[in-house]
């Protein structure tokens, strides 16, 4: 896809033309009659007629006799003070999937109701490329057939941004292109099946990435290392499966910030969650491939942090099992020394989630003097429950991490919601047996979750994201959502990430 910003319609595309409106300035359109007189008296008739309001994402598709564009696409942007980050990405990416179903491949978007960006010229060329890569992605790598490239139809793309302020809008473009792209790959890797994703493959995945970029490094433990490091919540976890468990640790150290310490990000790698012992009802089952998406999500951030040369040390660390039920699986009751030395007496072996993010929090915490973790999992069904695919859950012991991720998640696209951690909680994963229990029966799942993970952090800021909410979306194409694995916490993860000194 090729992203260009311009001044005037001189060199645009001429197949279509976007005109943002806004709601309430329907009246002030003369800044089109001296891009093209035509094109003016078309839209002023339209407005003139009272059938084209301005309301956000209503659109109109018109066809004229061609001067300059052969087709145009009014569409409402809303009110001009309650535009945002978000809003730019969906009024772009409705506009592209016409354009898309128009079979058009380059085109032309007029800006000038929005400049001066009330947004940053940065934030405004970043979200409008975000949303064009992110829209134009398509899963067809398990398809028969020829056309299987998931981005062919993508690569002639080309979308020319008019009437663009000076400054970093261009920056912004290349930064949305990249992060994008990212989120795409990560999209494809959560989507593969698991009978074409093991553990071993997340691992060659992350030594992909790393191969020829110096500053990124890949450590993979295999099963014989975690049993030397006593990481018995991994092994335990993927202890039935023939595809054995990993633990694989990405560092991103740039030359100079060698003596820096880490932002430790922590994804969730179950390649299949079957339930184990608990084996989980069959419906639905079969999404349980996506159930590494924080793993990817980690993939994707290590990725774009290299490309993006941010100058922020930061480690990735990904547990990754697959979770089958079997005569060497393990079994509720069953009392699993971690690598922390907690005792955890197993209720349910579905809640295998925490146990391999325990041990890897574990490691996070006394491997390194993290200025944070942050992990991110899908980790209960609950947190779908609590905020429907809208919101991701946070659950943290330090305020003023909770605070940035929070004031962060805003902008990147992926709204977050606390949950509390009280210490009366605890009560819930209280066991007869072992020190804890790894299930909390019925109510708050998702908290429960968050309190038995903050057992193994150590002296270190923590935040817990459950993106069990947002990591998938079942249902038809939504602006520049699609259907299947959505990519949750790279964008989230980079921009809490690019701000981390301001
Ligand atoms: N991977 C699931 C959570 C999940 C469910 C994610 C549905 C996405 C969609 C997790 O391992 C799990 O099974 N959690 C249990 C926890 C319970 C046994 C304490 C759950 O949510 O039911
Ligand atoms: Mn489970
Ligand atoms: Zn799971």
Known sequence: ??????????????????????????????????????????????????????????????????????????????????????KLRKLIASADNSAQSFNIKSYTVLLNPFVPFTISNYGAGRVFAEALVLSRFNFKKFKSGKNKSDDK?????????????????????????????????????????????IPESIAEEARNICKNIPALNCTVFDEKELEKRAMNGILSV?????????????????????????????????????????????????KMKYDMAGAGAVLGIMKSMAELKLPQRVVGLIPTAENMPGGKAYKPGD???????????VISTDAEGRMILADALHYASTEYKPKAIIDMATLTGACMVALGNKAIAVMGNNRGLIRRIIKHSENSGERVWELPMWDDYDDMIKSETADIKNSGGPGAGTIVGGVFLRKFVKNAPWAHLDIASTAWVDGNKKGYLCKGATGAGVRLLCEIIRHWNN
């Open 1 to 86: 896809m090729r992203l260009k910003a311009v001044q005037s319609i001189s060199t645009s595309y001429k197949e279509l033309v976007v005109i943002p409106l806004f709601e309430n300035e329907l009246k002030k359109i003369n800044w089109i009659k001296k891009i093209d007189g035509n094109l003016f008296g078309r839209v002023k008739n339209i407005i003139d007629s009272g059938d084209f309001k301005g309301k956000f994402l209503s659109s109109l598709t018109l066809y004229r006799d061609a001067k300059v564009f052969k087709r145009m696409i009014l569409i409402g942007a809303g009110k001009k003070r309650e535009i945002n980050q978000e």
């Open 153 to 197: 139809d993508k690569k002639d793309i080309n979308v020319c941004f008019v009437g663009v302020p000076r400054g970093d809008f261009k920056k912004g473009l290349l930064y949305g292109q990249i992060i994008a792209d990212n989120v795409n790959i990560v999209r494809k890797i959560v989507n593969t099946p698991s009978n074409a994703l």
């Open 238 to 286: 993927g202890k039935a499966s023939v595809n054995p468990p990993r633990f694989i640790i990405i560092d991103y150290t740039p030359e100079e910030k060698k003596e820096d310490k880490p932002i430790v990000v922590v994804g969730k790698g179950v390649s299949f969650d079957s339930g184990g012992i608990s084996l989980k009802p069959p419906g639905g089952m079969e």
């Open 335 to 345: 009392v699993i020394t971690m690598a922390s030395e907690i005792t955890v007496e």
